[in-house]
């Protein structure tokens, strides 16, 4: 039977300039992170919207910042954090002596033991009447996320949504604070430690409380250099098929995080027609045209030549 389903040149020079096109796209943003630093998918998260904006945000530590917010739960962890690190480090008597002032320089209790005090304290003392809103309106928006009235009603919800995002910028000060405060704490507490309790014990890291083995700082640490992965891979036409499809998955997913029709959702429609180019790149065997993944099908080929001869030259 005759086999009608054949490329034409100009068919496959738009295939090559698709897949090297899109490649370039995908390598460029990865490059354009890491040359950046700092990247950060936590604004992309947060800001997830549809019926699968919790599964995203979840990927966030302490997403409402409500945890960063609580000077007893925070004053606890990180004491906790100090005693772990000296059994994680098994500090010795001088050691543990700077890690006591370390601890009293950045959060302990005052001389009458009355009052918390240092570093992490100053934030609080700073933001004072900010949490105090914070926490008093917690209820409220409660109440309204409970109601068919604010949730349903178009006019009703972009109002709780307003409400919400006042009420979160008006801590966030605060919470990038704590946050700092936090990461300069864990990296101090590392400073004490020698070179040898460091390479045979590792970097320590106080404990998160509920939070996932994929979060939103293991995406910035991958998103990057599978970026630069899957541009790499296309451009030269290397497991085409692979690099495509999770190249499409990975536009897909963005397209959810901002599901079309929800008020409020960014325009993802760039990221749609891209990943339905990544489908055909993975369907057409792209890789091949003016492709490293000639090499492997070409073998393939071959290969079933020389079975189909061998086969018709046995007697029957």
């Known amino acids: 039977m005759q086999n009608y389903v054949r490329l034409g040149f100009f068919a496959i020079l738009a295939i090559v300039g698709l897949r090297v096109g899109i490649g370039w796209h995908f390598f460029m943003e990865g490059a354009a992170k890491v040359k950046a630093g700092g990247f950060s998918s936590e604004g992309f998260l947060a800001g997830a919207n549809g ?14 910042g409500k945890l960063r917010l609580d000077q007893r ?5 990180l004491d906790q954090g ?37 570093k992490l304290n100053d934030v609080y003392a700073g933001a004072q009447e900010e949490i105090y809103k914070y926490w008093e309106s917690t209820q409220r928006l409660e109440d309204m ?17 307003k409400i ?9 000060d605060a919470i990038d604070s704590v946050e700092a405060i936090w990461h300069q ?3 101090e507490i590392n400073a004490i430690a020698t070179g040898d309790q460091l390479k045979y014990s590792g970097t320590f890291v ?69 990943a339905l180019a990544c489908v055909v790149l993975a369907t057409t065997d792209a890789g091949r045209y003016a492709g490293l993944d000639f090499l492997p099908w070409s073998w393939w080929q071959n290969k079933k030549v020389e079975e189909m001869a061998e086969a018709a030259s046995e007697p029957t």
């Open 51 to 64: 019926p699968l904006k919790k599964h995203f945000q979840a990927l966030i530590w302490d997403r409402d």
């Open 73 to 77: 739960k925070m004053n606890g962890l």
């Open 82 to 118: 100090t005693k772990d690190a000296a059994d994680h480090f098994e500090f010795s008597n001088e050691q543990n002596g700077e890690l006591e002032k370390l601890r009293q320089a950045y959060f302990g209790l005052n001389e009458e033991g009355t009052r918390w005090v240092g």
């Open 145 to 161: 996320e409970a109601s068919q009235t604010w949730t349903q009603v178009s006019s009703l919800s972009g109002q709780r949504q």
């Open 164 to 172: 919400v995002r006042d009420r979160e910028a008006d801590v966030n």
């Open 185 to 187: 704490y864990e990296d």
């Open 206 to 274: 106080i404990r998160r409380p509920n939070e996932g083995f994929i979060t939103a700082d293991l995406a910035d640490k991958f998103i990057p250099i599978f970026d630069m992965a899957v541009g790499i891979l296309l451009i030269v036409g290397l497991l085409t098929p692979l690099a495509s499809w999770a190249a499409a998955l990975f536009l897909i997913s963005v397209v959810l995080s901002q599901m079309p029709g929800y008020e409020g959702s960014a325009d993802t429609y760039f990221q749609a027609v891209e």
